[in-house]
């Protein structure tokens, strides 16, 4: 729409895709990267807007507004002249989703009251809950709401109608007809002031400020009105030009005010000063109409062409740009317009606010388009590279997000990222794996997709280390065994002539007789009793005069078995002190 009117800021409608991204292990941590990773061929967070829709119910459409309460699709139409079937003029009222026609208004009260199938050429502003204020031929003030029969109305008097905006007061509007500036009753019509400028017959109302910008093509001139006292408060001169008469509109966030001009659009900001000139669309492509979302910042500028293509750059094609309304820089793609042109009237734009959805009228073809913003995905968080044992399970997990929610697919690449394939089945928010000795030195990343692009994590290397073969070294010993006339073994060696051996300290068991084993192997010992074997990695034990300890790494991995001889070994412990002390042979003194 060519909206004269601020909307109700609302929320961005977009969705995302939160998928976090975490390399784990069985054998080691797996802390998160930093975000990283890059697009595909748009950069990552970039805004694209796509044709989703186009309805074709509601005849030549003049205007477009998105009601701020009710949410529907309000549509000013002209009749084609291709339907001779059917007029299609009148206030249309439709779904914004699908285009729906909820209810048609087309009749209202001409100059005398009679009433009669209008047109409908501008709509002004939003009623309180539903409905729209709008202006018909030649100098109607129209109201009507969704469900109604007839549109109530009255007409202004003086000239013809040729802009409009909501008033100061929720019960006037501002109209010009031609060089004049009126505030006007709108059920009445009645004239309640009025100012005669020099020229111009385009005008924006900043609400916000009390200020009238009044643009006067023909001079190339605005003026700035003090709505308070209803005089000029200054004049702003605008570019040399053919004076092709665009549009005028105000941001009601900044008060900065944008003129259309030949094949640009002219922006000053509220006091009057020039802050830029916003280009857009094809060749001679000229701006038209322009709305504003105060949720993201951004103007939506729509550019038709002459219509004319045996002119030096017409092609037919018509486009929609945006721009941050900051240094209207461009804040998404352009979007062309197929054969959207002038030669039926100027187009219309409303705009959903947050920006997630909108709408462009073509009235050459009787056509409205309906866009939807998509965002290309945007990694939020990358893996980084891991080392793990052979056997281990590793987890791979991502996080990216986007409008649509992104797919992902798994990439590996086994030559140092130089080529990538995707990983069959690994199309989740998780790849899970277990690590072989053939995956060392791989790297895999993950890649989203969604309609506005690709985006990729950085790589993370994955190292791959032997598997551990080795039993024991995970747990402390228990006491080693005792050695008949021997000192406690260590480190798996057969001890001699040692003491009378005790339970072992630190560990699960200890064990009578023969010689302790301390460490990942175990020792051999021979001999009757000896002391008990000392701490150790793994806990090893023998029971008996002559005999092999047997490994200790055996009985460490199970917790379980050691307790459960450690009862057994107390008193195999005790039995063992007895026979030392009945066989011991007695010295001889002499």
Known sequence: ?????????????????????????????????????????????????????????????????????????????????????????????????????????????????????????????????????????????????DGDSVAAGAWVPGGPVTDAAPGPTASTVLVAQGSVLSE???????????????????????????????????????????????????????????????FTEVDPETGAVWVALDTSVVV??????????????????????????????????????????SQPGCDGDGALTVHRTRDLKEAAAPVVLPGNHAQSGSAAVAVQPGGATVFVSDPAVGRITRLERSTSPRITRSPEDRTVAAGAEVALTAQAEGTPAPTVVWQVSTDAGRTWQAVPGATS???????????????????????????????????????DTTTGGTAPTTGGTSGTDGTSGTDGTS??????????????????GGAGSAGGSAGSSVGGSGAAGSDGGASGATVGGTGTAPAGGALASTGTAVASLAGGALVLTAAGWVLVRRTRPRRTTG
Do not use: C
């Open 495 to 512: 001890g001699t002539s040692g003491t009378s051996g005790t339970s072992g300290t630190d560990g699960s068991t200890a064990a009578v």
């Open 184 to 246: 006007v009753d709108i059920a009445t019509a009645a004239v309640k002031r009025s100012l005669t400028l020099e020229g111009g017959e385009r005008f924006a109302y900043d609400r916000a400020r009390g200020t009238v910008w009044f643009t006067d093509f023909g001079n190339r001139r605005t003026y700035r009105v003090d709505l308070a006292s209803f005089t000029v408060a200054a004049t702003v001169e605008l570019p040399a030009g053919e004076s092709s008469a665009g």
């Open 1 to 145: 729409m060519t909206p004269r009117h601020p909307l109700t800021p609302g929320r961005a409608g977009t969705a995302s895709a939160a998928l976090a991204l975490v390399l784990a292990s069985a054998a080691a941590g797996s802390p998160v990267s930093a975000a990283g990773g890059e697009g595909g061929e748009v950069p990552q967070g970039a805004v694209v807007y796509r044709a989703t829709a186009q309805f074709t119910t509601a005849g030549r459409a003049r205007d477009l507004l998105l009601h701020p309460d009710s949410k529907k699709l309000y549509v000013g139409s002209d009749d084609l002249p291709e339907t001779t079937e059917a007029n299609e003029s009148g206030l249309h009222v439709l779904e914004p989703a699908d285009g729906k026609v909820r209810s048609t208004v087309s009749q209202a009260p001409g100059p005398t009251g009679t009433l009669g199938r209008r047109a409908v050429r501008q709509l002004v502003a939003p009623l309180p809950g539903d409905g729209a204020v709008f202006v018909y031929p030649l100098r109607g003030i129209g109201t009507a709401k």
């Open 268 to 309: 000053h900001d509220a006091a009057g000063k020039p802050m830029g000139t916003v280009k857009g669309g094809a060749g001679a492509d000229m701006p038209r109409a322009a709305g504003f979302d105060a949720a993201t910042h951004e103007a939506f500028v729509v550019w038709q062409d002459p219509g004319d293509t």
């Open 429 to 467: 928010a998780t790849y899970s794996f277990k690590a072989a000795a053939a995956d060392n030195g791989r790297r895999y990343r993950a890649e989203f997709t969604n309609d506005a692009g690709v985006g990729r994590t950085a790589p993370a290397a994955l190292t791959v280390t032997a598997a």
